[in-house]
Structure formats: structure tokens, C-alpha cells
């Protein structure tokens, strides 16, 4: 298969990529929103905790000192400095370890620190810079009666400041400021980031080749079917999909598709079939016609001889109009249910009428037609010239099988939701291996064609149609040499 | 007139038609009666067998398309009861459909050819039999 845009497997391939992209990018950003967010959540509560322990610690060491606040600033600036040297031991020297302890476990040395009173430095550590106090400043007043967290960048550092009211012997007014470097958090970041940015278009790749395999495989049946159907042609119709390796839904594909052609190999065999039957109806006329012109044209004949051929040319002539007429009639049965006007109508008024026809009909061969007549009105919703053809060509073909003088009944039998017609006569019945064949078209079951016949051979298959388009059926009983039976069912109109 | 149409050693060879239509029947029974040939005639099977026993035929005109027992049996049949009796098939299928049907007949016809084609095809049919019997 040659690649292009346009095939199925591309669209399916980049659509799902397309989708899984969107929701990689989706999912990682949450991911990295929220561990950002923790990260930076737990810093400023780490924050908040160094603030007060540094200022507990602080005025622990201040009062064992007992010193003064004139002498806060001195003592505070020791202490910021985190220097063993610099601070002399209390009594027990436990409040410098646990000074130490702090600076230790919260990494003091490392951060900024500046105590301040009513904008007024106190104390600051070592690593404090001015470019830092200008920064420090512009918050300090909004922090004056709450906690504050701002991140600034000095000297291309980021960090992370708290601002944080702290009352040293009780005086209110000042602030502990601490900014502690974010370089691990951001570092950290950047890391989560560059990796989300790598694995993304190497998920999305794996993802394209696993979808253009995966629907290669699915598509595999579809290919196969088409295959199968470039090689079918009206001579040859005997391809068919294997089902054996197909996945259950492609089965059905497969499946409907070997259906069709089934379907379509026995229409057209149907179709070869019926239209050499109808050259074979149409060319035995036209043989005969052909045949009995020639004939008289090759010497003068007498003018009876010539009236008789015409006569005989006038008999094929008709026979060739009603082979056409019904074939057109048996085609339009089949295709055109709007052939058919439906009306309700009396079954008995219907049979009288039927019957007394019948009886000028079998009066050629002398022959007596017996119906007793229907007591109730049953009513039928049908074509009433329609069905009217129906029973004439049962009629018909019960005198054409029929010797002389002997009788046709016609019965009528009423259940409560239809109504039985039969007609039986006493002809030479029919065999039962042809049974089965008679409602088929060109179907003749007369052994000996004499010169009366008349029969086109679709009579009973277009009788078989109408009662199908009237919901009906027609039954046929038959022994040789004793008669037959045709039933007609049809369904009583709900009244 | 008919009777110089056709050569002195064919007049009065017989030939059988098997046709269910009576009025083809009768159109070649008078087509060849009128060459000269004595014609007989059948609509089925039982008919065919009652004159291939009781008369020496010497060419069967068969159609195919017969009721009960088709022109594909009975040719076999007739090759039975003797296989020197020449058959000629006539039917309205198409000839190369006819020679598929029934493989080993004489010649075949397709009856919308024509009567004067079934008149030739008989008696070339006849000939060459007879050419083969002299020499």
C-alpha cells in the first residue's frame, strides 16, 4: 500500500497521538503545579517555624544574659553571627547548644536574617547584603501586624522572604526577616520539567508506532475484503474472504460481505437462468413463426393454405405478447408493490363472480364447476383484479389438466382470521418430484403441448406472488392420474 | 417440386422428430416430407422409443428442452438401442450451449436459424453417413 495522508491508519495514528499528547501535557502540568506548590507551601511553614525558634532562642539567651534592651542590638548581632567564639556561655551552656542545634537543623548559616524595629535595623547576619535591605523594606510595613511571604531575586538569586512580627520583651513592633535561597526548589523543578519535556514526545513516538501497527493488524480483514472484491467479476463470483483468522467484529465484515456476494452469485445465476428461459420461451415462436413463413413462400399455395399459416402466425404472435405481458407483470409483482390498490371487498360476492366465469370457461370441454355457495359476508382487504388473475390461472390450468367432462370444485373455507379457497380437479395431478418446482418460473408441467395450448409457464408463480403480496399463501395436493388441489390462503380483514 | 431437391440414395430415409410442440412437429415433418424423407413424429420419450424399435430410423431431429425425459437423456438412450442412427440436434438454446449439452451428436441446429439450415444439416448429416457406409 502506498502511504498517503488519507488512509485510515494515518488519521487513526495521529489522532491518537493527538489525544494522548493533550492529556500527557495535562497530567504534567497538574503534576508539576502541585509538587511546585507543595515545595514552595512547605518551605514557608518551614519558614514560619525557623522564625520562632531563632526568636525563642533568642530572648531565651537574651534573659539568662540579663540583659537589657539597650543591649538586645549587641547581644542579637552575636548571637546572628552563629559563632561559638563570639558568644560567651550561659551558666549552663545549654541555651548556645540548643542555638546551635537550630542553626544546624535549619541551615541558620545559610539563610538571610535582619531584625528590625519600626523600620529600623537591629540585627542582621553576616551574608547580609544592603541590595538586600532595599528589598527587604518595601514589605515591611504591610507585614507590621501579619505574616508575609514575597520571593525576590538579588543578585540573580531568588528567594524566599518571610515576613513575620516577632514581640521581643514584649514590645510589638518588630519584624523577624528571613529569606532562604530557593536554588534546591527550583533546581528541583527544572528537573521535573526537562524530564516531562523529554519523556512526552518519546511516549508520543512509541505511541504512533504502536497505533500504526496495532491498526495495521485491525486492518488486515478490511484489506483482505478488498481484495477479494477487486478480484470478483460477473464471470466469476466464487471469491470469498477467509473468516478464519478475522477478530470476532470483523468476522461480521467479513461475513456480511461473503453474504452479499452470495446473494449477488445467485442473482446472477438467476438472472442466466431466467434470461434463457425467456430466449427459450420467446424463440420457439418466432422458430415457428419463421418456419411456417418460409414454408408457404416457397410455392404457390391455395388461399386456404396461406389463411391457415397467418392463423397460425396470429396464435404465436399472441402467445409471444402474453410471455412479454406477464414477464413485465412477474417483474413488476416483485419489484412495484404499488402495482397492487388495496380495498376491502365481500369474499363471497368475489367467489360468485369467480364461479360463474369459471363455469363459461370449462363449458369449452364440457366440463361442470361445483362451489356451494358462502352463507356469511367475509370481508378481505386486497386487489380484487389481482387476485381475480389469480384464481383464473388456477381455473385455467384445472381445465387445461382436466379431461372432458369431468368437474372442478371450488371450495371456501372461513376461520376466524382467514379464508381458505381451493380448487380442486380431477386431471392428471402432478408428479411429486415436479411438486416442488410449479410456483417457479417457465415451470410446465404439461407432458404432451398440443395444439391448444396456451400456457406462457407463469401462471403459478405470478398466483404464488399475488397471494405473497395479499400476506397469502397457495398450497398445492396433487396425486397422479387422480387430480390436484390448489389452497389459497388468504387473511380475513380485521373489522 | 421437392422431390429432385435432395440426391436419389436419400429419398425415403427415415427420420424421427422429438418435439413437444406440436406445431414445430408438424412444420419440419412437412419440411422434410417435402425433400423426400420419411418423417415420423414424437412429443416424449415413449413415443421416440415405440418408432426407434418398430422402424429402421436413420436420423433422430432431438430438442432438447422435453418434458420428463430431455433430449440429454434420450440421445444417449437412441446411441443404445443403435448407435449408427445419427442425431441432430434441434433446440432453441444457443449451438455452443447445445454441443455442451449433448457432446457426441451428428450436427446441431438452433431453431431460429431457419428450416431451410435444418434441411441442409439433414441432409449432410445423411450423406456423410451414407459416403461412410459405401466406402
Not at chain 1, 503545579?33 to 531565651?60: H, M, P
Not at chain 2, 437412441?78 to 455452443?96: F, R
Request: charged content about 25%.
Amino acid at each position: 500500500m502506498v502511504f498517503s495522508f488519507n488512509t485510515l491508519r494515518f488519521k487513526i495514528t495521529l489522532l491518537s497521538v493527538i489525544f494522548l499528547g493533550l492529556i500527557l501535557i495535562l497530567y504534567s502540568s497538574i503534576l508539576y503545579y502541585t509538587l511546585r506548590f507543595t515545595l514552595y507551601n512547605d518551605l514557608d511553614q518551614e519558614l514560619i517555624v525557623k522564625a520562632e525558634e531563632l526568636g525563642n532562642s533568642l530572648q531565651t539567651y537574651w534573659r539568662e544574659k540579663k540583659g537589657t534592651p539597650k543591649s538586645f542590638q549587641k547581644i542579637a548581632n552575636k548571637v546572628l553571627l552563629f559563632d561559638e567564639e563570639q558568644l560567651s556561655p550561659t551558666d549552663s551552656g545549654q541555651t548556645e547548644k540548643k542555638l546551635f542545634l537550630i542553626a544546624d537543623k535549619y541551615d541558620l548559616r545559610e539563610d538571610h536574617i535582619h531584625i528590625s524595629k519600626k523600620g529600623v535595623t537591629v540585627a542582621r547576619s553576616n551574608n547580609f547584603s544592603p541590595g538586600l535591605l532595599s528589598h527587604f523594606r518595601k514589605h515591611e510595613l504591610e507585614a507590621a501586624s501579619e505574616v508575609v511571604f514575597k520571593t525576590v531575586t538579588v543578585d540573580n538569586k531568588k528567594l524566599r522572604v518571610l515576613y513575620k512580627p516577632y514581640r521581643f520583651f514584649g514590645d510589638e513592633d518588630h519584624l523577624i526577616e528571613i529569606g532562604t535561597s530557593l536554588k534546591p526548589i527550583i533546581n528541583l523543578l527544572d528537573k521535573r520539567l526537562a524530564s516531562i519535556i523529554f519523556s512526552i514526545p518519546v511516549i508520543l513516538l512509541l505511541t504512533s508506532f504502536i497505533g500504526h501497527f496495532l491498526t495495521l493488524r485491525i486492518l488486515k480483514p478490511v484489506l483482505a475484503v478488498t481484495k477479494t472484491a477487486e478480484k470478483i467479476t460477473h464471470e466469476d463470483l466464487s471469491a470469498r474472504v477467509k473468516t478464519k483468522h478475522a477478530d470476532d467484529e470483523m468476522k461480521y465484515l467479513v461475513n456480511a460481505f461473503n453474504g452479499m456476494i452470495d446473494r449477488l452469485e445467485k442473482s446472477f445465476r438467476y438472472i442466466a437462468e431466467f434470461s434463457s428461459q425467456v430466449a427459450h420461451e420467446l424463440k420457439t415462436p418466432l422458430a415457428i413463426l419463421r418456419g411456417e413463413s418460409q414454408m408457404v413462400l416457397k410455392a404457390k399455395r391455395k388461399p386456404e393454405e396461406y389463411e391457415r399459416v397467418i392463423r397460425v402466425n396470429l396464435e404465436e404472435i399472441e402467445r409471444m405478447i402474453r410471455v412479454v405481458e406477464d414477464l413485465l407483470l412477474a417483474t413488476k409483482l416483485e419489484y412495484d408493490t404499488e402495482v397492487f390498490k388495496f380495498e376491502l371487498f365481500d369474499l363471497a360476492e368475489f367467489m360468485q363472480d369467480i364461479y360463474e366465469q369459471s363455469k363459461i370457461l370449462a363449458s369449452q370441454k364440457e366440463m361442470e364447476v361445483t362451489m356451494p355457495a358462502l352463507a356469511k359476508r367475509v370481508f378481505i382487504h386486497g386487489d380484487r383484479l389481482h387476485l381475480r388473475r389469480l384464481f383464473f390461472n388456477l381455473v385455467d390450468n384445472a381445465i387445461k389438466f382436466s379431461p372432458q367432462k369431468s368437474t372442478i370444485h371450488i371450495g371456501v373455507h372461513v376461520t376466524p382470521n382467514q379464508a381458505e379457497i381451493s380448487v380442486t380437479d380431477q386431471g392428471i395431478g402432478i408428479h411429486p418430484a415436479d411438486q416442488p418446482h410449479i410456483f417457479k418460473k417457465f415451470f410446465h408441467k404439461d407432458p404432451r403441448k398440443n395444439a391448444s395450448y396456451t400456457g406462457t409457464g407463469l401462471g403459478l408463480s405470478l398466483a404464488l406472488a399475488i397471494a405473497n403480496a395479499h400476506r397469502g399463501t397457495i398450497a398445492v395436493k396433487s396425486e397422479v392420474e387422480r387430480g390436484s388441489t390448489f389452497t389459497v390462503t388468504l387473511p380475513r380483514a380485521a373489522r | 417440386m421437392s422431390l429432385l431437391m435432395i440426391p436419389v440414395h436419400l429419398i425415403g430415409k427415415k427420420i424421427l422428430i422429438v418435439d413437444d410442440e406440436f406445431k414445430i412437429r408438424q412444420l419440419y415433418s412437412s419440411a422434410l416430407q417435402s425433400e423426400g424423407y420419411e418423417v415420423f413424429e414424437a412429443a416424449d420419450w415413449p413415443d421416440a422409443a415405440k418408432f426407434l424399435i418398430s422402424q429402421l430410423i436413420d436420423l433422430v431431429v432431438l430438442d432438447i428442452h422435453v418434458p420428463i425425459v430431455d433430449g440429454v437423456c434420450m440421445s444417449g438412450m437412441i446411441g443404445e438401442i443403435d448407435p449408427k442412427i445419427k442425431i441432430l440436434v434441434a433446440s432453441v438454446y444457443p449451438l455452443s450451449h447445445q454441443r455442451r449439452l449433448i457432446i457426441d451428436a451428428d450436427d446441431y441446429f438452433d431453431k431460429a436459424e431457419g428450416l431451410h439450415v435444418l434441411v441442409d444439416k439433414v441432409r449432410n448429416v445423411l450423406s456423410s453417413a451414407y459416403i461412410r457406409e459405401v466406402e
